[in-house]
Nanobody, 112 residues
Framework: VQLVESGGGLVQPGGSLRLSCAVS????????MSWYRQAPGKERELVAV????????NYADSVKGRFTISRDNAKSTVYLQMNSLKPEDTAVYYC??????WGQGTQVTVSS
């Protein structure tokens, strides 16, 4: 089982990033997929979740209206489009499958 995140980096406040998580080793379309994040000194928190078919999504209040989770079951990939980024969005972002499998994380830093 592999979950490989990409797309993180350094961005200025107000900017955008798109994270990707490519999955292999299990039936991607059978799992709800989520993005979590963990800032220094803080607990890991759920950012967004998407159902198996993509028809249902849910977001943390702190990112509603700014972040969009999506998935492509044909490519076994889940995405997180992040717009209007704020310094408080700085964290390591993790991909999760079925609330069980984890990726290694990708750093997002929002700073001027």
């Amino acid at each position: 089982v592999q979950l490989v995140e990409s797309g993180g980096g350094l961005v200025q406040p107000g900017g955008s990033l798109r994270l990707s998580c490519a999955v292999s080793g299990f039936t991607f379309s059978s799992y709800d997929m989520s993005w979590y994040r963990q800032a220094p000194g803080k607990e890991r928190e759920l950012v967004a979740v998407i159902s198996t078919g993509g028809g249902r999504t849910n977001y943390a209040d702190s990112v509603k209206g700014r972040f969009t989770i999506s998935r492509d079951n044909a490519k076994s990939t889940v995405y997180l489009q992040m717009n209007s980024l704020k310094p408080e969005d700085t964290a390591v972002y993790y991909c999760n499958a079925g609330y069980y499998y984890w990726g290694q994380g990708t750093q997002v830093t929002v700073s001027s």
